[in-house]
């Protein structure tokens, strides 16, 4: 069976500094991945996705970056965080050849920019 | 522009019927989704319809009306553990999620 994992679960960080949160997925090959954010009371917002190793597509143009070093891993970056930055970050992945774009979200990665 | 309206809260009792509504205004459709999420945690995936017509799965059904761009979430024999947030999004013509805010269900005993 497929899971995904997340991390960290939780992260306070100071304005200015970086971010790195990290994204597996096992149990399957080539999965779409992506990177959302969700504020409160507001819909999820993709940040990028990925179909593919090194193929990256922005949704946002932000200071965030994202990189897709193995197929099964995606990281979310920044070099300097702004206090706009702060929010649940989710990664997840789908299997678009299976028809419906189903999404598994990980865990969430509640970031605080203080 | 994309847009997808569902309401912001609702509230129900333990044991009773909620239908939940969602429209929606997109650039094609692929297809609309039903995903529950629990405070602090993150979505699971409830339901997919792109046909016109009901969807039942257990105690919770998901109706489609592609030529009125409206859909509802219908949640039976509710139970305390169904307070959570339920949120809609429809796939575009591109495959892209588009996604509703979210409709925050509150069960009462």
């Known amino acids: 069976s497929q899971t995904i994992h997340q991390w960290p679960a939780t992260l306070v960080q100071p304005v200015g500094s970086p971010l790195s949160l990290e994204c597996t997925v096992e149990?399957?090959?080539?999965?779409?991945l992506y990177w959302y954010r969700q504020a409160a009371g507001r819909g999820l917002q993709l940040l990028f996705y990925?179909?593919?190793?090194?193929?990256i597509s922005s949704e946002v143009p932000q200071n965030l970056s994202a990189s897709r070093p193995q197929d099964r891993q995606f990281i979310l970056s920044s070099k300097k965080l702004l206090l706009s930055d702060s929010g649940f970050y989710l990664c997840?992945?789908?299997?678009?050849?299976?028809?419906?774009?189903?999404?598994?979200f990980g865990a969430g990665s509640r970031l605080t920019v203080l | 522009g994309q847009n997808i309206d569902q309401p912001t809260e609702m509230t129900a009792t333990e044991g009773a019927i909620v239908q939940i509504n969602c429209t929606y205004q997109?650039?094609?459709?692929?297809?609309l989704f039903w995903y529950q999420q629990h405070a602090g945690e993150a979505p699971t995936f409830l339901s997919y319809?792109?046909l016109d017509g009901l969807e039942e799965k257990g105690r919770f059904s998901s109706f489609l009306s592609r030529s009125k761009g409206y859909s509802y979430l219908l949640l039976k024999e509710l139970q305390m553990k169904d307070s959570a947030s339920y949120l809609c999004?429809?796939?575009?013509?591109?495959?892209?999620?588009?996604w509703g805010a979210g409709t925050k269900l509150i069960i009462k005993p």
């Open positions: 997840a992945w789908s299997d678009l050849g299976a028809g419906a774009n189903v999404l598994t």
């Open positions: 149990g399957t090959s080539n999965p779409n």
């Open positions: 990925s179909v593919g190793i090194g193929q």
């Open positions: 997109t650039s094609g459709f692929n297809g």
């Open positions: 319809n792109v």
């Open positions: 999004a429809v796939q575009d013509s591109n495959y892209q999620l588009i």
